[in-house]
């Protein structure tokens, strides 16, 4: 029997989603409560492996198991032995033929910065801190030249791995709610540090450093070294996967509960 299942986390105290010796990883962890419901080794797969220090909402796994157990009680019973930083929200069977990352149709992503001259103390490694005011209208109007499919070459880290950079982006979004500004970006896939190098483009532009016409003029680039800095893995959260309507999979949304 293959399960699907929902998974939230907050990642700042974690190495990232794999597994890694020596290291605190979500997957470790989450795979340690499912074996205590199964009452066996599970293997997990997961639609988006998150980087040290980068939150989830809606990350979505996989795994196989020769037991039967009620959605309920993989739910409430991995929860009971989870860190407080790990939820499993929702589990479900699927089709043998489903897999977490392959059939996947879309991710999304955002991208939450707070922007005033004091840190937080409340939201440390949960937003980004700028201390400069940024400009939110400039960030959105700059973020239109990276919408539709592009080589994002200049947005991808030096050591990504992808086969190759053409990716398409269906939504990329700057909103403003009092002291936060939210970067939302949707797309078919995403390169290794994708988001980051876009948040750390759109900062610089909020900012006054760049102008507006900068974001695309480091897109048709591509080259990473014409990109800006990366910004820090604080403020990015894992929205929610896409998968195709027959897999029947719950579409809510996550809510970091972040209101300033």
């Given amino acids: 029997m293959r399960i699907a299942a929902g998974v939230e986390y907050d990642g700042r105290r974690f190495h990232g989603w794999q597994s890694q010796r020596g290291e605190r990883c979500v997957q470790d962890v989450v795979e340690a409560a499912l074996a205590r419901v199964a009452d066996a080794r599970v293997r997990l797969f997961c639609a988006g492996r998150t980087d040290a220090g980068v939150h989830a909402l809606g990350q979505v796994v996989h795994f196989d198991t020769g037991v039967a157990r009620p959605e309920r009680a993989w739910v409430l019973g991995a929860n009971t032995v989870l860190p407080n930083d790990v939820s499993l929200r929702w589990a479900r069977p699927v089709p043998d033929n489903f897999h977490a990352r392959f059939s996947a149709t879309g991710r999304r992503y955002r991208y939450v910065i707070l922007d005033r001259s004091a840190r937080s103390a409340l939201l440390a490694g949960r937003v980004t801190w700028v201390h400069r005011p940024l400009d ?59 988001v980051r190098n876009i948040a750390g483009v759109l900062i610089a532009i909020g900012r006054g450093d760049a102008p507006v016409e900068w974001a695309g003029e480091v897109l048709e680039r591509r080259d990473r070294t014409a990109g800006g800095v990366t910004a820090m893995p604080d403020g990015l959260y894992l929205d929610r996967i896409e998968y195709p309507a027959a897999f029947d999979l719950p579409a809510e949304r996550g809510d970091y509960g972040l209101q300033i």
């Fill in 136 to 194: 939110a209208a400039r960030m959105a109007e700059a973020a239109l030249a990276l919408l539709g499919t592009h080589d994002f070459s200049s947005y991808r880290a030096i050591g990504c791995q992808a086969k190759q950079p053409v990716r398409t982006v269906t939504e990329l979004t700057v909103r403003r709610r009092g002291a936060l500004i939210e970067i939302a970006v949707s797309a078919n896939a995403f390169l290794h540090h994708m």
